[in-house]
């Protein structure tokens, strides 16, 4: 078994964050300042995947401790046949919302796990499905009033304002928010760490 002593979250992510905190684990974040702009992909999720592998390696070579796993995420909405990722204005993000409401989009997020030790990578892509309510054209004003679309790839969160907006979803939550918590899982297990082994709390407060 794989005892690692840093855990290095290469994502300027909050949710990101606050996800593995949850899950019991305390990293440290160094953001990768990959321009994602640079980037092309035919389909959603190799551009997710790409740009998570990206993301992980360019903080992979400033990374001078060798007990430490690497991590990079990338997530973007593929929806009627495009890719979405942050809308870039106020004006898209409206758009967006008057096109997804009473529709669906499928969310895929990329992973990227590195062992700084071995250099080995476990990769995956995950796609949720997520199922957008209707809201009306005062409730969309009033979401992108707000910032938060503006803030996040598909211009929706799950777990912050936007969740009023998501009728359901089919597949893993985590992995809308940006990070598939049951894949970080399986992904360590390839590189032989048990999740527990990283855990630096007990259980959360019910
Ligand atoms: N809280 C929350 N955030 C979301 C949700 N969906 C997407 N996001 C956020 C997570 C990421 O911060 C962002 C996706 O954009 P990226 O994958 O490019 O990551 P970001 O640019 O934020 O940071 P990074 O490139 O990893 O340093 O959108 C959601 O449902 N809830």
Redesign the pocket.
């Known amino acids: 078994m794989r005892r690692v002593r840093t855990f290095i979250l290469?994502?300027?992510?909050?949710?990101?964050r606050?996800l593995l905190t949850h899950a019991g684990i305390d990293p440290q974040v160094v953001?990768?300042?990959?321009d994602?702009s640079v980037i092309e992909a035919g389909d959603a999720a190799t551009l997710?995947g790409t740009?998570a592998a990206l993301?992980a390696r360019a903080v992979l070579a400033s990374v001078t401790t060798t007990d430490a796993l690497v991590l990079?995420?990338?997530?973007?909405l593929a929806f009627d046949g495009e890719i979405l990722?942050?809308p870039g204005s106020a004006g898209e993000a409206t758009a967006r919302w008057k096109a997804m409401r009473g529709r669906s989009g499928v969310?895929h997020?990329g992973h990227c796990l590195i062992d700084v030790a071995t250099g080995e990578a476990a990769e995956a892509v995950v796609a949720t499905t997520v199922h957008f309510a209707e809201p009306d054209d005062d409730e969309i004003a009033a979401y992108v009033a707000s910032g938060e679309p503006l803030?996040?790839?598909?211009a929706?969160?799950?777990?912050?304002l936007?969740?009023a907006f998501v009728a359901g979803i089919e597949g893993d939550h985590t992995n809308?928010?940006?990070l598939s918590v049951p894949t970080l899982r399986l992904l360590l297990a390839r590189l032989g760490v048990p999740i527990t082994s990283l855990w630096t709390r007990g259980r959360m407060d019910p």
């Open positions: 290469a994502s300027a992510s909050p949710a990101r606050r953001v990768s300042g990959v994602e997710a740009l993301k990079g995420c990338d997530s973007v990722g942050k969310l997020t803030e996040v790839a598909g929706f969160t799950i777990d912050g936007g969740g809308v928010v940006g």
